[in-house]
């Protein structure tokens, strides 16, 4: 799998390889224990560690697939026309439920750390638990305050109103992965309530539901604090292990209103919050780590009608729904949906009636299985909690971080598209990388190359240079830089590529001192060499040489040629290679120009041939 | 109940005057000699049969189940846990009769004054240690991210022996034999 070779590792499996595997998990087996245990609970032992696929890399999927079933079947409408009478006749409707972990240093009700800590033996099971947590006998929950930090900015990102005084309730069910019997959760009076998420078509929304709009809202109805569940692992035939280092961590519940009427757009939806969570530090680890669980609720009704009449917190004339549990990764989601619309539509299509029961989902399965019918539904009698006093938050608390809250993901991304000139989707790539460290190390680039190449002649010259200047910092920031990552399979803690380095490589580029190609092998040597020691102390050895020490060494100068020796050049070429001249000349194939132009700057000094100059002398020559 | 009445009226009149007191001495042995309340009125009497609807044999399996509890060995312990389930249900309804229009349920004892909530709210100042542990990241792209790490020390919460009484275990971990 690791490539000693330059040849570039492909994206999405060294992207995979750079995330830590996390603890081992033991895949439960598909037995009726198991089956038993998934409709207990959300999720009990950790998710197998999954590729992480990008959101740039899944549209790219997505069309080549649409391209390439084109192609296969052919006439387009014959697969087509298998799903759209039904979906002529049947609308969806999805409503989302989302469970993330915050971003705190302790549990929720108990003063146990939250993570592992550096050179300590928290890493190993049952080692961060608090009496509390294990649920000894007469301890009693003590709301840990930090936690609402995370807690109240999620829900101003997601436009949520916060209320002054919510509770405390109990959820009581029995389970070995629930130590003291009941969860804590907000069921009566959840502290945020009434929110909203926009997304657009750049988010993966299909164009059918943006119905010509530029944006659609999905409304959420609430978001609640509760505890997360112990660790249960299935070893052997019916025994399991069980962790409490989880037991009590906190959770946020996102609730959305039915608004989504196509698996894309919950698909989308799951991604936007995860996004969103993470840009507000309120919730840092993502589906793939298992940070970030999805259920969905699934519908169908025909269109026009009002379904069985059933409502969901005012939304209403809706089909009879079922719940998928345990989905925890975005491509399981829309596949799920799918897999339970069509079984929906089949069934009531042949006259038969939905039940309101709960599904699974497993990774590459065809439809959803069942896992809980109305018979089985749990009674939790809930009750509030008595041990708790209710939680009040101050309004001063609220203001404050309403005003400091940091740019949430989809300003971040107009930003760079309006300001800087990045297209829609760069922006959205770009915003992924690092935390937000790489758009640090972009704008910083951008503002240092354009203090230094900018003529700054009038307020409209001056955002046209920005934006060129934007865009080509973007692509080397994102694509070069990027490929060398992905290349050396380091991390962007050791770029070592510093932004004043590459503001050096892009004004001589700017300049035309040097090729895009002469400019390329400079950064790979920056990005190869050790970074200079800090402080004076050391003698430096082997000094990190500036970027014009590098031109200067490699003799990469550009020494433009004069029209006779490209002439020169490419009749070399062109009298090497006649098949490729015929295939030009003849058969106009236009594209194999730029074989020519790619020969020329290949068998060229270093630094004389520019591609521009070189493609007009060759298509001079071709036409005769 | 008898006895909240009694302190509510003293309170009240011995703002105004001590006239109430210098008329005549309370008995207090005479008062309370009289029965005038048993809670024996809110259960079901032995003798009539109950007309309320009966608690089936499913409910209370159902009920059990829900309560981790052991189903009953036999059918004459069956029968006593209906009985027993149904005096109690008696009791509950007599309970419910009570009119409470206006009055929010009570969750637990406590301060319920608006000082009280004042001291229990959470605000900046409460939050300032939390705010402290936070750094602001970046310099054109600003962030916030939690800092890490920051308290070696073990608190309490880590020093105990988690797995001390445990009956099993394997490894570090608790065991559990779920077969059915």
Request: glycine letters at 8%; a neutral charge; charged letters at 25%.
């Amino acid at each position: 799998m690791h490539s000693s070779t330059l040849r570039t590792a492909p994206v999405h499996l060294t992207r995979a390889l750079q995330h830590p595997s996390f603890t081992t998990a033991h895949s439960l087996r598909p037995c009726v224990v198991a089956k038993w245990l998934q409709s207990r609970r959300l999720t009990t032992a950790s998710p197998r560690t999954q590729e992480v696929i990008p959101l740039r890399k899944h549209l790219k999927d997505e069309a080549k697939r649409k391209k390439a079933e084109v192609k296969r079947d052919g006439d387009v409408t014959s697969k087509k026309q298998t799903l759209d009478p039904r979906l002529d006749k049947w609308e969806l409707t999805v409503g989302i439920e989302i469970h993330a972990e915050l971003n705190t240093a302790c549990k929720l009700f108990s003063s146990a750390p939250a993570e592992v800590s550096v050179g300590d033996d928290g890493g190993s099971a049952n080692s961060r638990v608090a009496d509390f947590d294990a649920a000894l006998p007469g301890t009693q929950p003590q709301f840990q305050i930090a936690t609402l930090l995370p807690a109240l900015r999620a829900a101003i990102a997601l436009e949520c109103e916060v209320q002054r005084k919510s509770g405390w309730d109990r959820k009581h069910y029995f389970h070995w992965d629930q130590p003291n019997g009941y969860q804590i959760t907000q069921y009566y009076q959840p502290f945020a309530k009434d929110g909203s998420l926009t997304l657009g078509a750049f988010d993966g929304v299909p164009a059918e539901d943006l119905n010509g709009a530029e944006s659609i809202t999905i409304g959420i109805k609430q978001i609640q604090m509760e505890q997360d569940t112990a660790k249960t692992m299935n070893v052997g035939s019916s025994t399991y292990h069980v962790d409490l280092n989880r037991a009590g961590m906190p959770l946020i519940e996102v609730i959305t209103l039915p608004h989504i009427h196509s698996p894309q757009t919950a698909a989308a939806v799951v991604r936007k919050i995860q996004a969103v969570l993470k840009g507000v530090d309120a919730c840092v680890t993502g589906m793939e780590l298992g940070g970030l669980r999805a259920d969905v609720n699934v519908s169908v009704r025909q269109r026009g009608t009002s379904g069985i009449g059933s409502s969901y917190s005012g939304v209403g004339g809706l089909g009879q729904r079922t719940e998928i549990k345990n989905l925890s990764s975005f491509k399981a989601v829309e596949d799920a949906i799918v897999a339970e619309r069509d079984r929906q539509i089949t069934v009531l299509e042949a006259g038969g009636v939905i039940e309101g029961e709960t599904r699974g989902w497993t990774l590459g399965a065809t439809e959803t299985t069942r896992l809980r019918g109305k018979e089985g539904e749990v009674d939790y009698r809930y009750m509030p909690d008595a041990d708790l006093p209710p939680l009040v938050i101050g309004s001063d608390l609220v203001q404050h971080l309403k005003t400091t809250m940091p740019m949430l993901p989809d300003a971040v991304e107009r930003d760079l598209e309006e300001w800087h000139g990045l297209s829609r989707k760069d922006a959205k790539t770009l915003n992924e990388q690092d935390n937000g460290d790489r758009v640090e190390f972009f704008e910083r680039t951008a503002s240092f190359l354009l203090a230094e190449v900018g003529t700054f002649k009038s307020e409209v010259a001056t955002t046209k240079e920005r934006r060129k200047t934007g865009k080509l910092v973007g692509n080397w920031v994102l694509h070069e830089l990027g490929g060398l990552l992905a290349t050396h399979q380091r991390s962007w803690d050791d770029v070592r590529v510093t932004a004043d380095e590459l503001k050096d490589v892009l004004v001589c580029l700017h300049k035309n001192e040097i090729t895009a190609r002469a400019a390329k092998q400079i950064l790979a040597e920056l990005f190869q060499r050790q970074p200079a020691p800090d402080g004076p102390y050391w003698p430096s050895m082997d000094t990190r040489p500036s970027v014009e020490q590098l031109v200067d060494a490699g003799n990469l100068r550009l020494r433009p040629l004069s029209e006779d020796e490209y002439e020169k050049l490419a009749m070399q070429i062109m009298d090497a290679n006649p098949d490729m001249v015929k295939a030009v000349r003849e058969k106009g194939q236009k594209g194999k120009v730029m074989w020519f132009v790619g020969q020329m700057v290949r068998q060229g000094e270093e630094g004389t041939v520019e591609p521009e100059k070189a493609k007009v002398v060759i298509e001079r020559l071709m036409g005769g | 109940m008898f006895r909240m009445q009694c302190f509510h009226v003293l309170a009240r009149s011995s703002t105004k005057s001590h006239r109430w007191f210098s008329s005549r001495p309370i008995d207090a042995e005479a008062l309370l000699s009289k029965r005038t309340w048993s809670v024996r009125s809110l259960l079901p009497s032995t003798d009539t049969t109950p007309d309320s609807p009966q608690v089936s044999s499913e409910q209370l399996h159902h009920l059990l189940r829900l309560s981790a509890l052991p189903p009953p060995k036999d059918p004459s312990e069956e029968a006593r846990m209906l009985r027993t389930l149904s005096s109690q249900l008696h009791f509950v309804r007599e309970i419910q009769a009570v009119d409470t229009t206006g009055v929010s349920p009570l969750r637990t004892l406590r301060d319920e004054t608006t000082e009280g909530e004042q001291r229990n709210e959470i605000g900046l100042a409460e939050l300032k240690d939390a705010l402290c542990g936070e750094d602001a990241v970046g310099k054109h792209h600003k962030r916030v991210r939690r800092r890490r790490d920051q308290d070696g020390q073990k608190t309490a919460a880590e020093t105990w022996h988690v797995l001390g009484s445990a009956e099993k275990l394997i490894g570090k971990y608790f065991v559990v034999e779920g077969g059915k």
